[in-house]
């Protein structure tokens, strides 16, 4: 019985580790994002930074890997005034401060039809410890793209595990941007 339960568990554990992430996107039908290469982030002392509590130390972590995946990709860099979008981030923590960045992003579900076809319900993928990545058009100062993935960090992962895992949560989301 031991040994079933051993190779059970074994199995198991051979299987999570073996599943690939899963994306989710969506965007609004109505936008060329062929015609989009210019972005930014939003400032530090802006009123984003109001949307969540987060260390600098994790916001350094995803600006980072923004900026990495963005520009591997050819976007350019620019400021917020002469930027096509602002690229905004949110890490699930709690849904109150979830509910408060949506209204900051100005984000509307019906405006934006899933894209790529989610493999769990929305409240697994909502769960804590899921990013979730925003294009805001910066004209009308609403999301235009936005694409979700669960990060699964750790508390044993060290720095460098934990951004890679950011890191590739972003390249996957990027890779779902209309081309």
Same mark, same amino acid.
């Given at each position: 019985?031991?040994?079933?339960?051993?190779?059970?568990?074994?199995?198991?554990?051979?299987?999570?580790? %073996?599943?690939?992430?899963?994306?989710?996107?969506?965007?609004?039908?109505?936008?060329?994002?062929?015609?989009?290469?210019?972005?930014?982030?939003?400032?530090?002392?802006?009123?984003? %930074?109001?949307?969540?509590?987060?260390?600098?130390?994790?916001?350094?972590?995803?600006?980072?890997?923004?900026?990495?995946?963005?520009?591997?990709?050819?976007?350019?860099?620019?400021?917020?005034?002469?930027?096509?979008?602002?690229?905004?981030?949110?890490?699930?923590?709690?849904?109150?401060?979830?509910?408060?960045?949506?209204?900051?992003?100005?984000?509307?579900?019906?405006?934006?039809?899933?894209?790529?076809?989610?493999?769990?319900?929305?409240?697994?993928?909502?769960?804590?410890?899921?990013?979730?990545?925003?294009?805001?058009?910066?004209?009308?100062?609403?999301?235009?793209?936005?694409?979700? %993935?669960?990060?699964?960090?750790?508390?044993?992962?060290? %720095?460098?595990?934990?951004?890679?895992?950011?890191?590739?949560?972003?390249?996957?989301?990027?890779?779902?941007?209309?081309?």
């Amino acid at each position: 019985m031991k040994k079933k339960l051993s190779l059970l568990f074994i199995l198991c554990t051979l299987i999570g580790c %073996s599943i690939k992430p899963t994306y989710q996107a969506k965007h609004a039908n109505n936008v060329d994002f062929f015609a989009l290469s210019l972005y930014s982030l939003y400032d530090r002392n802006s009123v984003f %930074s109001d949307y969540q509590n987060m260390s600098d130390t994790t916001r350094n972590s995803i600006e980072i890997a923004i900026e990495k995946a963005f520009d591997a990709q050819g976007w350019q860099y620019k400021s917020p005034d002469n930027a096509q979008v602002i690229v905004a981030y949110h890490l699930v923590d709690r849904l109150a401060e979830l509910k408060k960045y949506n209204r900051g992003v100005k984000y509307c579900l019906p405006c934006l039809p899933v894209q790529v076809p989610e493999k769990q319900n929305r409240h697994q993928v909502m769960q804590p410890g899921t990013l979730i990545l925003d294009m805001v058009d910066v004209n009308h100062n609403r999301t235009i793209w936005r694409g979700v %993935s669960r990060l699964k960090i750790n508390e044993r992962d060290h %720095s460098l595990e934990a951004q890679d895992k950011i890191e590739q949560a972003i390249i996957g989301l990027l890779d779902t941007v209309p081309k």
